[in-house]
């Protein structure tokens, strides 16, 4: 018996996305590119692992919105915002298990480009043209004026200024761009907002953890 994927090599290991063994060396080639990893995988936790442990700091010329200051105290400050964009991601993801890191990152890019020409005065809006990424765009947005409707309900006032949900919204975007490891059906970046903000019929919430991109 011989791997299915590449008909060569033996097939010594389980693959639980294709219900079936193959090969080590495809496993590894593979994985969230041409197939659609399970995120309780144990071979795809392991290598997301690794990938934590040795990943390098995103250059500087490849970070999101790079002149565009984050600072820690202002992400702590808003972080019930935070908390609530990673929820209806991960909400969204709930109902679409095809939705991936690249999707996400689509439409929160998006979303900080409309909020960012907002603070600028500019009313400016073109969602995403894929699909899933206009749907999840879609479902953060309105998350975001729920969010204020509310704040000014109980305040009186907004005070989550359009300048500051574009920062908020860079900040998520750097972190997806650290999180994920760039392939195709990645969805690395999801899981690490999983642990972080559980939905509630998942795991016991663990304590948020800041890790600034």
Not at 44 to 52: F, G, K, M, P, T
Not at 54 to 69: E, F, G, T
Not at 124 to 148: C, I, S, V
Request: glycine letters at 4%; charged letters at 25%.
């Amino acid at each position: 018996m011989s791997c299915p994927i590449c008909n060569k090599r033996a097939p010594k290991r389980f693959c639980p996305a294709k219900g079936e063994r193959i090969c080590p060396v495809c496993c590894g080639q593979e994985r969230e590119v041409t197939i659609d990893c399970l995120s309780d995988c144990p071979h795809l936790v392991a290598a997301h692992r690794y990938e934590s442990e040795h990943r390098k700091a995103i250059p500087a010329q490849d970070l999101p919105y790079r002149d565009s200051q984050v600072p820690v105290d202002f992400v702590y400050e808003h972080w019930p915002v935070i908390g609530g964009l990673a929820t209806a991601i991960l909400a969204f993801q709930r109902q679409d298990k095809n939705l991936n890191d690249g999707a996400a990152s689509t439409a929160l890019e998006t979303l900080a480009e409309t909020y960012r020409t907002l603070g600028a005065g500019i009313l400016y809006e073109r969602p995403p043209a894929d699909p899933l990424a206009r749907a999840l765009y879609g479902e953060l947005a309105r998350f975001l004026q729920d969010f204020r409707k509310d704040e000014s309900a109980r305040t009186g006032f907004p005070t989550l200024k359009d300048s500051d949900v574009f920062l908020l919204l860079v900040f998520l975007l750097r972190l997806a761009k650290q999180e994920t490891n760039g392939r195709p059906r990645s969805r690395a970046f999801l899981d690490f907002l999983r642990v972080r903000f559980p939905l509630p019929a998942e795991a016991a919430k663990e304590a948020p953890r800041i890790i600034v991109p």
